[in-house]
């Protein structure tokens, strides 16, 4: 066999139904799936406590046609997220997939919240780029870290197994691609081998792996990496190793919104509620509701890689209602000033040039001049004294491609066939953003995170139940 992958002698330290590979919010949702099929699942996290790249999240699933949308009036379909994702992706992401997923992302969620009490919400109040209605559920603090600690209580009340500090180092497959088992390491040197009858891939993508960001992603090779350092690629070189196929390597989310030097993700929510961008010198530089991802590309080319969030009153008492923006300002990230003057001394910017740009965006929110780069102003009123700034810097997520998959989450082989036994969700999987970081729609990690955590769940159990070849 290929190099991370090779056939077993058989034995195993223990056998268990399905293997899931990393304890996020993939992992989770695939093994609570299991579970409620009566299928005893075992969870192997590599840290000695799941966090992942849900953990650094601000939490939000999208999600259409739930209860929660309905009690707040507010009409979404499956055919309305299909759109909006294929509209970002120009086209481009796997039609089967986006709409499994699209599918799928209401029931998931209300069987979070109704079965398994993970308290979400409905994030309400502005509509984020690309979308036609208001479908962000997300834990009330909007922090990943809640979203987490939601899921890790419903997998203890469900009774599933969580091995951490155990990182998987390769799988055991025979000539057919079928995987027999696993081989994992222990901080202190020991190994076990699990035997299984299928696997799921819940262990990411390759954002914290160098070499591959050369590869693959070379803009954002030596950006800030604002994710977990144990996504290393593992699951595209297992995959590889076992003939699978990729798709989409060069895709990714960035963030054009990280308070520097905090480390705090700061809301794309400011942007939407009529904040606007700054550079050292002052001017804006792009519109600022292409998206967040994309952004992180323009704010890198800008001096120093930094820009200045600028927004008024209104919008910071908005960005309290988020956990991380209230440890922002805790963390004396928030400059402020009482007119333009002393703003632009705050933050070291020139006085005529901030002036001129808030003047230019009073005249396109009055509907008097067009944005040169294509913002609507009008739908939010201008920018008003006192004013308040954060200095940001653009980052690195989570990478989009990965292992190509069918619409039951089943990874596919060179041939397009799907291989015996192998499942891939979340960061693992090729992503329904396309092949470049403009294809990202809001929430496309989580909603591929959670929602192919689900389906392969559901594709694995009827595997194991009917004792099928999938």
């Known amino acids: ?83 909006d994702i294929q509209a970002k992706a ?45 479908r962000m559920h997300a834990p009330p603090s909007r922090q990943g870290a809640d979203l987490m600690a939601g899921s890790l209580r419903a997998a203890e009340a469900a009774e599933i197994d ?26 202190d040197g020991g190994a076990e081998e699990i035997g299984c009858q299928a696997v799921v891939l819940a262990c990411n993508g390759y954002g914290g ?24 690629g593992d699951a595209v070189n297992w995959g590889r190793a076992l003939g699978a196929r990729t798709r989409h390597m060069g895709a990714y989310q960035g963030h054009g919104s990280v308070a520097t030097p905090h480390g705090i993700l700061i809301t794309w929510a400011l942007m939407m509620n009529g904040g606007i961008q700054i550079n050292t010198s002052g001017h804006r530089f792009s519109s600022e509701h292409r998206g967040y991802s994309e952004q992180a590309v323009d704010v890198l080319a800008q001096p120093g890689g930094l820009s200045w969030l600028i927004f ?49 965006t009073h005249a396109f929110a009055d509907g008097r001049n067009r944005d040169p780069f294509g913002r609507d102003f009008t739908t939010q009123p201008p920018l008003s004294q006192p004013l308040h700034a954060i200095k940001v810097t653009g980052a690195l997520f989570h990478t989009q491609g990965g292992l190509e998959i069918d619409a039951g989450a089943r990874v596919l082989g060179s041939d397009g066939s799907p291989l015996p036994n192998l499942y891939a969700g979340g960061g693992a999987a090729c992503g329904i953003s396309g092949s470049q970081v403009w294809g990202y729609l809001s929430g496309n990690g989580l909603l591929t995170a959670v929602n192919l955590g689900r389906i392969a769940g559901q594709s694995a159990a009827r595997q194991i139940n009917q004792g099928i070849e999938t």
């Open 312 to 360: 008024d009153d209104r919008i910071l008492q908005l960005g309290r209602d988020f956990a991380e923006f209230n440890l922002a300002e805790a963390a004396g990230a928030i400059r402020h000033g009482a007119d333009v003057d002393s703003l632009a001394s705050a933050i070291d910017v020139p006085a005529p040039a901030l002036a001129l740009t808030l003047a230019e």
């Open 90 to 134: 120009k086209g481009q992401a796997d039609p089967a997939v986006v709409a499994a997923v699209a599918k799928a992302s209401g029931p998931t969620v209300e069987w979070l919240v109704d079965d398994h009490h993970v308290e979400l919400t409905l994030v309400g109040g502005f509509l984020y780029p690309g979308f036609s209605a208001p």
């Open 162 to 187: 969580i091995m951490v500090n155990a990182k998987v180092t390769e799988l055991f497959a025979g000539e057919d691609g079928r995987v027999a088992g696993l081989r994992l390491e222990r901080p």
């Open 209 to 232: 792996n160098t070499d591959m960001l050369a590869e693959h992603i070379p803009d954002m090779a030596s950006a800030e990496y604002f994710g977990h350092p144990g996504n290393q």
């Open 1 to 83: 066999m290929n190099p991370g992958s090779r056939e077993s002698d058989g034995t195993f330290d223990i056998e268990v139904p399905v293997a899931i590979v990393g304890g996020g919010a993939c992992g989770l949702v695939a093994a609570l799936t299991l579970a409620d099929a009566g299928i005893t699942p075992l969870v192997l996290e590599r840290d000695a406590l799941p966090t992942g790249s849900t953990g650094l999240s601000s939490g939000m699933i999208p999600a259409c046609g739930t209860h929660l949308q309905r009690a707040e009036g507010v009409e979404d379909t499956v055919e309305m997220l299909v759109h």
